[in-house]
């Protein structure tokens, strides 16, 4: 029966490899990444099915003791309400008024694919189960650092919010108006939290307040900071030019 399973996936896993570029061409809706035609993000396809079929369905990322604590540069957008790192003048201006009312009137709106489309407030947040990890963080960059980091589990927002079974990916958007996407593995993986807290305080602005990303099996820039609003799609979504796609970096960067 193993066997027969591990046929059976090698054959998908060659057959959808061929048919990446087929879904380009014929236009469809796409339920993995588009790759541009380009060689090497092929090959990230490659490695995202790899990886899921070979890991462990809850492989967790090593979690560090309070003594292994570093500092942690702030990286990116440090500040969405600075017009020089604003996404547009009008996001700035709707940051900077929420961070001006420390983040009492922000709200995250959950979208899409679920029963009961809802608005969260830091509030409503902090009354669902909350998780505390201490992670490191690896940056594209070359850099690492690690922190402890408090929030709720995505999956306890999704399953509050009535997942449904047709679901496959999970889009953030961001105040400095950017944008990125997991599937249903990383998004219900119990690490991958809405992070409100970071090394026993509230989450700093520079990193990302008032709601930040954590996915720890992945490379630090799918961490999105300074979350407005998630929606949950039953195909992959392509945010254009506001995700990593366009610019060259791959979508699935585990580790
Ligand atoms: N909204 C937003 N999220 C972001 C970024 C950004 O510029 N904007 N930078 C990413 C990158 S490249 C890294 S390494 C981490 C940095 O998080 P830190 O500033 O808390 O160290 O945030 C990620 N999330
Ligand atoms: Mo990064």
Redo the contacts with the bound molecule.
Sequence with gaps: MRDRNAIISRRGLLTGLASAGGVLLSGCTQTEPPTYGNVLRMGDLFTYRAQRLLLPARSLAREYSRADITS???????N?SDPEQAGSQRSAEVYDRLRRAEFADWRLRVEGSVARPASFSLADLMRLPARTQITK?T???GWS?I?EWTGVPLRQVLTACGLRPSARFVNFF???E?SDSIDMFDALHPQTLLAYGMNGRELPI???APL?LRVERQL???????LSHIVVTDHFFDPGKLGPLQAGWAWYIGI
């Design positions: 942690i540069q702030a990286i990116g957008t440090t969405p963080h940056c594209e960059e650092a922190a961001t105040f400095d950017s520079a990193h990302g930040r630090g820039y799918k961490s999105l900071k300074f």
